[in-house]
Each structure stands twice: as C-alpha cells, then as structure tokens.
C-alpha cells in the first residue's frame, strides 16, 4: 500500500466513523422517545386498572408518535444502508447532483450543527462522472464543510454546477468568507490524497468568495 492509498484508508474510515456515529446518535434519540412513549402507556394501562376511564385520545397520540419515531429510524437506517452499499463497487457512473443531495441528506445534523444552510441548484442536464463512489461522497463532504467553516455572518453556502457538460464542475460559494480559510483549501496531505485518486482539482471563483472541484474536461 502506498502512502496516499494509506492516508485515503484512514480518512475513508473517518469518514464513515462520522457518519456512523450521527446515524446511530439519531436513531438513539428516536428510541428515547419511544421508551418514552411506552412508560406513558404503562402509566395509562395502571391508572384504567384503578378504575379511571381510558383516554383513547392520549392513547392514539402516544400511538401516533411511536409510529413517526418508527419511521424516522427505519428512513435513517435506508440512508446508512445505501451509503454502507457505496463501498461494493470501485468504480461506477454516479450524477453528480444526486450524490451532493445524498451526501447532504446524509450530514443533515453535521450542517446544522456548523449553523450552516445550505442550497442546491440544478445542472442545466445531468452532470456524471466514472468514480469511486464512496471517495467520491467524502470529497463532497469534504468540500461541504470547507464551505460551511468558510462561511462568515450568516453562513449560506449555495451549491450548483458549471454549465459545460464536458467539464463537471460544482461550486460551493459563500455571500461572505474567512479569508484565511480560503487561502489554504484542502491543504492537508488526506485531501491531496483524496484529489489526486479522484482526479479532481479546486478552482476558485473571481471574488474568492466561492470554490470548485473540477473534473478533467472529457473527450
């Protein structure tokens, strides 16, 4: 193994330690709840075998809120499923625009916890590229909180796309930044590793208020 397929290694397990761990955190608050719940109907069911009248309208809203927990872990669970499936695969055809809506999907509590909000907009047409997908997702993550640390004041980060389909770009710009984040982007040798093995590079845009990774232009 050479030395960047070793810092890769490391940092994918980073990656998806991170992840992992807002996943589970989730799903444990959504279990809170639902115990929570089940000591309110165990209340419920002692206090009716004292003789007091059932209120099936507690009871349906007890209900009620065990069934959006249920859901909200079973959504969790298929997120972390899919992502656990982008390592089967060492290359695939991924759309870019569907990745960075994943990937933000998937770090939904990472963003908001940079206070950070973020918008996508849409490629003139489908923008793909030939990729390792789960490197791929890390970079975008990677990219994503680059952007939300950059960002100053009110931290909105806006996510689009180059508008030539033979060279896919995707900017991440900010309404005001640090400057001394802007000067260094992905200076670390993980991030190198991780540009180098996707074959991406970073362009600034003119007002250094905003960044892109960039693909080689296609032939």
């Known amino acids: 193994m050479t030395e960047n397929e070793d810092m890769m290694a490391k940092e994918g397990i980073r990656f998806f330690g991170r992840i992992s761990a807002s996943a589970t955190h989730e799903i444990k608050n959504t279990l809170a709840i639902i115990n929570e719940s089940a000591g309110l109907l165990n209340d419920l069911s002692l206090m009716a075998q004292k003789g007091h009248p059932l209120s099936l309208e507690r009871i349906n809203d ?4 065990v069934i959006r927990q249920v859901q909200r872990a079973d959504l969790v ?3 972390m499923n899919r992502f656990s499936h982008s390592v089967d695969q060492s290359t695939k055809i991924a759309d870019l625009e569907n990745t960075i809506l994943f990937v933000l999907d998937l770090t939904s509590r990472l963003v908001e916890g940079h206070g950070a909000a973020v918008e996508v907009s849409s ?3 489908p923008m793909t590229v030939s990729t390792n997908l789960f490197y791929l997702e890390n970079m975008i993550w990677r990219a994503i909180e680059t952007a939300c640390c950059a960002a100053d004041g ?3 980060v806006k996510i ?3 508008t030539d389909l033979s060279e896919p770009l995707i900017w991440f710009t900010m309404n005001t930044v640090k400057e001394d984040i802007m000067d260094d982007l992905f200076g670390s040798k993980e991030d190198s590793a991780l ?3 996707l074959n991406i590079s970073i362009k600034k845009n003119e007002k250094n208020n905003g960044f ?3 693909w080689p232009k296609l032939i």
């Open 62 to 65: 007890i209900s009620q809120r």
């Open 77 to 79: 669970l298929k997120k």
């Open 123 to 125: 490629p003139v047409s």
């Open 154 to 156: 009110e931290k909105e």
């Open 160 to 162: 689009s796309f180059g």
């Open 195 to 197: 540009m180098a093995y």
């Open 212 to 214: 892109g990774l960039l």
